[in-house]
Protein backbone atom coordinates (compact mmCIF):
# COMPACT_ATOMS: atom_id res chain seq x y z
CA UNK A 1 0.00 0.00 0.00
CA UNK A 2 1.13 3.81 -0.61
CA UNK A 3 1.93 6.20 2.10
CA UNK A 4 -0.67 7.84 3.32
CA UNK A 5 -1.47 11.81 1.98
CA UNK A 6 -0.61 14.13 4.78
CA UNK A 7 -3.70 16.59 5.85
CA UNK A 8 -1.67 19.80 6.28
CA UNK A 9 -2.80 22.20 9.55
CA UNK A 10 -0.28 24.73 8.64
CA UNK A 11 -1.81 25.51 5.26
CA UNK A 12 -5.29 25.19 6.07
CA UNK A 13 -4.83 27.13 8.60
CA UNK A 14 -3.10 30.44 7.09
CA UNK A 15 -6.41 30.79 4.67
CA UNK A 16 -8.54 30.60 8.02
CA UNK A 17 -6.33 33.20 9.30
CA UNK A 18 -6.21 35.38 6.08
CA UNK A 19 -9.95 35.28 6.07
CA UNK A 20 -10.31 36.13 9.75
CA UNK A 21 -7.92 38.88 8.98
CA UNK A 22 -10.05 40.21 6.13
CA UNK A 23 -13.59 39.57 8.55
CA UNK A 24 -11.63 41.60 11.96
CA UNK A 25 -10.15 44.77 9.66
CA UNK A 26 -13.66 45.23 8.33
CA UNK A 27 -15.70 44.90 11.92
CA UNK A 28 -12.97 47.09 12.75
CA UNK A 29 -13.67 49.88 9.60
CA UNK A 30 -17.57 49.38 10.83
CA UNK A 31 -17.38 49.96 14.16
CA UNK A 32 -14.13 51.82 15.02
CA UNK A 33 -13.52 48.60 17.75
CA UNK A 34 -10.84 46.15 16.86
CA UNK A 35 -12.02 42.54 18.26
CA UNK A 36 -9.87 41.81 21.17
CA UNK A 37 -8.88 38.27 23.09
CA UNK A 38 -7.70 38.77 26.63
CA UNK A 39 -5.10 35.58 27.57
CA UNK A 40 -4.78 34.14 30.62
CA UNK A 41 -1.55 32.11 32.00
CA UNK A 42 -1.02 31.15 35.28
CA UNK A 43 2.23 30.46 36.16
CA UNK A 44 5.47 30.25 33.86
CA UNK A 45 5.02 26.37 32.27
CA UNK A 46 7.49 26.58 29.53
CA UNK A 47 5.17 24.88 26.74
CA UNK A 48 2.16 27.26 27.87
CA UNK A 49 4.24 30.73 27.52
CA UNK A 50 5.16 29.25 24.02
CA UNK A 51 1.08 28.42 23.19
CA UNK A 52 0.01 31.67 24.52
CA UNK A 53 3.13 33.70 23.02
CA UNK A 54 1.98 31.96 19.57
CA UNK A 55 -1.42 33.31 19.95
CA UNK A 56 -0.64 36.69 20.70
CA UNK A 57 1.40 36.52 17.34
CA UNK A 58 -1.29 34.94 15.15
CA UNK A 59 -3.53 37.70 16.51
CA UNK A 60 -1.15 40.66 15.77
CA UNK A 61 -0.85 38.96 12.15
CA UNK A 62 -4.82 39.21 11.95
CA UNK A 63 -5.37 42.35 13.52
CA UNK A 64 -6.62 41.56 16.49
CA UNK A 65 -5.78 42.93 19.81
CA UNK A 66 -4.65 41.45 22.70
CA UNK A 67 -5.00 41.73 26.13
CA UNK A 68 -2.34 39.45 28.38
CA UNK A 69 -2.81 38.33 31.89
CA UNK A 70 0.29 37.27 33.81
CA UNK A 71 -0.82 35.40 36.94
CA UNK A 72 1.84 33.71 39.36
CA UNK A 73 1.79 30.15 40.00
CA UNK A 74 0.81 30.93 43.37
CA UNK A 75 -2.64 32.59 42.37
CA UNK A 76 -5.56 30.85 44.23
CA UNK A 77 -9.01 29.59 42.67
CA UNK A 78 -10.77 32.30 43.81
CA UNK A 79 -7.71 35.26 42.26
CA UNK A 80 -8.35 33.25 39.30
CA UNK A 81 -12.49 33.29 39.23
CA UNK A 82 -12.34 37.12 39.86
CA UNK A 83 -9.88 37.93 37.44
CA UNK A 84 -11.78 35.84 34.38
CA UNK A 85 -14.89 37.30 35.83
CA UNK A 86 -13.84 40.85 35.14
CA UNK A 87 -12.69 40.44 31.76
CA UNK A 88 -15.83 38.79 30.87
CA UNK A 89 -17.48 41.78 32.18
CA UNK A 90 -14.87 43.99 30.53
CA UNK A 91 -17.06 45.45 27.55
CA UNK A 92 -13.85 45.92 25.63
CA UNK A 93 -12.56 42.22 25.46
CA UNK A 94 -14.73 40.46 23.10
CA UNK A 95 -12.95 36.87 23.97
CA UNK A 96 -11.20 35.10 26.66
CA UNK A 97 -8.52 32.15 26.64
CA UNK A 98 -7.19 30.59 30.13
CA UNK A 99 -4.48 28.50 29.08
CA UNK A 100 -4.67 24.66 30.63
CA UNK A 101 -3.19 23.20 32.25
CA UNK A 102 -3.19 25.91 35.42
CA UNK A 103 -2.19 24.51 38.69
CA UNK A 104 -3.25 21.45 40.41
CA UNK A 105 -4.49 23.42 43.49
CA UNK A 106 -6.67 25.60 41.18
CA UNK A 107 -9.79 24.11 40.40
CA UNK A 108 -9.89 24.90 36.82
CA UNK A 109 -13.57 23.95 36.17
CA UNK A 110 -14.60 26.86 38.29
CA UNK A 111 -11.97 29.29 36.69
CA UNK A 112 -13.58 27.92 33.36
CA UNK A 113 -17.06 28.61 34.40
CA UNK A 114 -16.61 32.48 34.78
CA UNK A 115 -15.98 32.85 31.73
CA UNK A 116 -18.86 34.64 29.95
CA UNK A 117 -20.42 32.31 27.30
CA UNK A 118 -20.56 35.16 24.74
CA UNK A 119 -16.42 35.67 25.19
CA UNK A 120 -15.55 31.77 25.56
CA UNK A 121 -13.88 31.47 22.56
CA UNK A 122 -11.85 28.66 23.70
CA UNK A 123 -15.03 26.76 23.75
CA UNK A 124 -14.30 25.24 27.46
CA UNK A 125 -17.59 26.26 29.50
CA UNK A 126 -20.58 24.13 30.53
CA UNK A 127 -22.46 26.12 27.90
CA UNK A 128 -20.03 25.93 24.79
CA UNK A 129 -19.54 21.86 25.60
CA UNK A 130 -23.94 22.12 25.64
CA UNK A 131 -24.43 24.35 22.51
CA UNK A 132 -21.75 22.18 20.16
CA UNK A 133 -23.21 19.00 21.38
CA UNK A 134 -26.50 20.08 20.76
CA UNK A 135 -25.39 21.64 17.15
CA UNK A 136 -26.59 25.09 18.51
CA UNK A 137 -24.95 28.61 17.58
CA UNK A 138 -22.32 28.97 20.38
CA UNK A 139 -18.53 27.93 20.22
CA UNK A 140 -16.52 24.75 19.76
CA UNK A 141 -13.73 23.75 21.11
CA UNK A 142 -10.95 24.77 19.41
CA UNK A 143 -8.43 21.50 18.72
CA UNK A 144 -11.83 19.67 18.11
CA UNK A 145 -13.05 22.39 16.14
CA UNK A 146 -9.84 22.87 14.08
CA UNK A 147 -9.71 18.74 13.03
CA UNK A 148 -13.38 18.92 12.09
CA UNK A 149 -12.74 21.59 9.68
CA UNK A 150 -9.27 19.50 8.60
CA UNK A 151 -11.54 16.51 7.80
CA UNK A 152 -13.89 18.62 6.00
CA UNK A 153 -10.87 20.02 3.81
CA UNK A 154 -9.74 16.87 3.02
CA UNK A 155 -13.12 15.41 2.01
CA UNK A 156 -13.62 13.14 5.05
CA UNK A 157 -16.86 11.27 4.96
CA UNK A 158 -18.11 10.54 8.41
CA UNK A 159 -21.47 9.27 7.72
CA UNK A 160 -21.52 5.87 9.16
CA UNK A 161 -18.11 5.67 9.51
CA UNK A 162 -16.24 3.83 13.04
CA UNK A 163 -14.31 6.81 14.74
CA UNK A 164 -11.82 5.94 17.78
CA UNK A 165 -11.52 8.52 19.84
CA UNK A 166 -8.51 8.04 22.11
CA UNK A 167 -8.78 10.28 25.43
CA UNK A 168 -11.44 11.79 27.43
CA UNK A 169 -10.33 14.87 28.31
CA UNK A 170 -12.81 17.86 28.77
CA UNK A 171 -11.57 20.04 26.12
CA UNK A 172 -10.19 17.85 23.69
CA UNK A 173 -10.81 13.67 23.60
CA UNK A 174 -15.16 14.38 24.64
CA UNK A 175 -16.11 17.27 22.53
CA UNK A 176 -14.26 16.38 19.85
CA UNK A 177 -16.55 12.83 20.27
CA UNK A 178 -19.31 14.95 20.19
CA UNK A 179 -18.86 16.76 16.67
CA UNK A 180 -17.84 13.17 15.07
CA UNK A 181 -21.21 11.67 16.59
CA UNK A 182 -23.10 15.11 15.57
CA UNK A 183 -21.42 14.16 11.76
CA UNK A 184 -23.12 10.56 12.00
CA UNK A 185 -19.98 8.99 13.04
CA UNK A 186 -20.12 5.53 15.45
CA UNK A 187 -18.47 6.73 17.99
CA UNK A 188 -16.08 4.26 20.60
CA UNK A 189 -13.84 6.42 23.44
CA UNK A 190 -10.92 4.59 24.69
CA UNK A 191 -9.03 5.85 27.67
CA UNK A 192 -6.42 4.00 30.24
CA UNK A 193 -8.88 2.11 31.18
CA UNK A 194 -10.10 0.38 27.88
CA UNK A 195 -9.13 -3.63 28.07
CA UNK A 196 -7.56 -3.65 24.60
CA UNK A 197 -6.80 -0.51 22.76
CA UNK A 198 -4.94 -2.01 20.10
CA UNK A 199 -8.37 -3.99 19.25
CA UNK A 200 -10.43 -1.02 19.21
CA UNK A 201 -7.89 0.96 16.83
CA UNK A 202 -7.92 -1.78 14.31
CA UNK A 203 -11.64 -1.25 13.76
CA UNK A 204 -11.41 2.15 13.12
CA UNK A 205 -12.24 4.21 9.85
CA UNK A 206 -10.42 7.15 11.93
CA UNK A 207 -8.68 6.98 14.85
CA UNK A 208 -8.25 10.45 16.89
CA UNK A 209 -5.66 10.50 19.26
CA UNK A 210 -5.62 12.82 21.84
CA UNK A 211 -4.30 11.43 25.13
CA UNK A 212 -1.25 12.56 25.68
CA UNK A 213 1.14 9.59 25.01
CA UNK A 214 3.74 9.78 22.93
CA UNK A 215 3.73 7.58 19.86
CA UNK A 216 1.12 5.38 21.57
CA UNK A 217 -0.80 4.53 18.48
CA UNK A 218 1.44 2.03 16.43
CA UNK A 219 1.24 1.67 12.63
CA UNK A 220 0.66 -2.31 12.95
CA UNK A 221 -2.71 -0.85 14.91
CA UNK A 222 -3.65 1.22 12.37
CA UNK A 223 -6.38 -0.29 9.95
CA UNK A 224 -5.49 0.20 6.01
CA UNK A 225 -6.61 3.31 4.74
CA UNK A 226 -7.58 4.44 7.81
CA UNK A 227 -7.78 7.94 8.92
CA UNK A 228 -5.74 9.22 11.85
CA UNK A 229 -5.50 12.58 13.40
CA UNK A 230 -2.52 12.95 15.61
CA UNK A 231 -4.13 15.66 18.64
CA UNK A 232 -1.18 15.08 20.86
CA UNK A 233 1.64 17.73 21.81
CA UNK A 234 3.94 16.25 23.82
CA UNK A 235 7.41 17.87 24.51
CA UNK A 236 9.81 17.91 21.74
CA UNK A 237 7.07 17.97 19.14
CA UNK A 238 5.92 14.52 19.48
CA UNK A 239 2.30 13.37 19.06
CA UNK A 240 0.40 10.64 19.89
CA UNK A 241 0.78 8.64 17.09
CA UNK A 242 4.00 6.58 16.02
CA UNK A 243 3.97 8.35 12.24
CA UNK A 244 6.98 7.03 10.57
CA UNK A 245 4.44 3.38 11.16
CA UNK A 246 1.17 4.85 10.43
CA UNK A 247 2.18 6.66 7.55
CA UNK A 248 2.59 3.29 6.04
CA UNK A 249 -0.82 1.99 6.43
CA UNK A 250 -3.05 5.34 6.85
CA UNK A 251 -5.29 6.50 3.54
CA UNK A 252 -4.60 10.25 5.43
CA UNK A 253 -2.66 11.32 8.28
CA UNK A 254 -2.08 14.38 10.22
CA UNK A 255 1.91 15.46 10.94
CA UNK A 256 3.32 16.69 14.02
CA UNK A 257 3.91 19.51 13.81
CA UNK A 258 2.16 21.21 10.81
CA UNK A 259 -1.19 19.33 11.89
CA UNK A 260 -3.48 19.83 14.24
CA UNK A 261 -1.74 22.28 16.13
CA UNK A 262 -2.20 25.38 13.39
CA UNK A 263 -6.06 24.70 13.40
CA UNK A 264 -6.35 25.20 17.36
CA UNK A 265 -5.38 28.07 16.77
CA UNK A 266 -6.88 29.40 13.58
CA UNK A 267 -10.19 28.53 15.30
CA UNK A 268 -9.22 30.42 18.54
CA UNK A 269 -8.82 33.63 15.97
CA UNK A 270 -11.97 32.77 13.89
CA UNK A 271 -14.03 32.69 17.15
CA UNK A 272 -13.09 35.55 18.74
CA UNK A 273 -13.63 38.18 15.64
CA UNK A 274 -17.14 36.29 15.93
CA UNK A 275 -17.33 37.00 19.13
CA UNK A 276 -16.24 40.64 18.88
CA UNK A 277 -19.28 40.90 16.02
CA UNK A 278 -21.61 39.47 17.90
CA UNK A 279 -21.12 41.94 20.73
CA UNK A 280 -20.34 44.89 18.59
CA UNK A 281 -24.28 44.14 16.86
CA UNK A 282 -23.13 43.75 13.54
N1 LIG B 1 -7.10 26.82 26.93
C1 LIG B 1 -6.46 25.93 26.15
N2 LIG B 1 -5.37 25.33 26.61
C2 LIG B 1 -4.76 24.42 25.81
C3 LIG B 1 -5.23 24.14 24.51
C4 LIG B 1 -6.39 24.79 24.08
O1 LIG B 1 -6.90 24.58 22.94
N3 LIG B 1 -6.98 25.69 24.92
N4 LIG B 1 -4.53 23.26 23.70
C5 LIG B 1 -3.24 22.77 24.10
C6 LIG B 1 -2.03 23.47 23.63
N5 LIG B 1 -2.19 24.42 22.56
C7 LIG B 1 -2.88 25.57 22.76
O2 LIG B 1 -3.07 26.04 23.83
C8 LIG B 1 -1.46 24.28 21.33
C9 LIG B 1 -0.51 23.31 21.17
C10 LIG B 1 0.22 23.24 19.98
C11 LIG B 1 0.01 24.16 18.97
C12 LIG B 1 0.80 24.17 17.71
O3 LIG B 1 0.45 24.88 16.78
N6 LIG B 1 1.86 23.40 17.65
C13 LIG B 1 2.69 23.44 16.46
C14 LIG B 1 4.13 23.26 16.85
C15 LIG B 1 4.57 24.30 17.82
C16 LIG B 1 6.05 24.57 17.83
O4 LIG B 1 6.66 24.59 16.79
O5 LIG B 1 6.56 24.80 18.93
C17 LIG B 1 2.25 22.36 15.49
O6 LIG B 1 1.63 21.37 15.92
O7 LIG B 1 2.52 22.53 14.31
C18 LIG B 1 -0.95 25.11 19.13
C19 LIG B 1 -1.69 25.18 20.31
C20 LIG B 1 -3.09 22.72 25.60
N7 LIG B 1 -3.66 23.79 26.26
Known amino acids: MSQARLMDGTALARRIVEDTARQAADLTRRTGTQPCLATVLVGEDPASVTYVRMKQNRCRTAGIASRHVALP ?16 ADPAVHGILLQHPVGDH ?16 DGVTFASFATMSFGLPGFVSCTPGGILRLLDAYDVDLTGKRAVVVGRSAILG ?6 LLA ?12 ADLSAAVREADVVVAAVGRPRLIRGQDVKPGAVV ?22 SLITPVPGGVGPMTIATLLEQTVTAAARQLGV
Not at 174 to 179: E, F, N, S
Open 183 to 194: RDATVTYCHSRT
Open 174 to 179: KPVGML
Open 106 to 121: IDERAAFEAIAPEKDV
Open 229 to 250: VDAGYNPGNVGDVDFDSAVERA
Open 73 to 88: ARTTTEELVATLRSLS
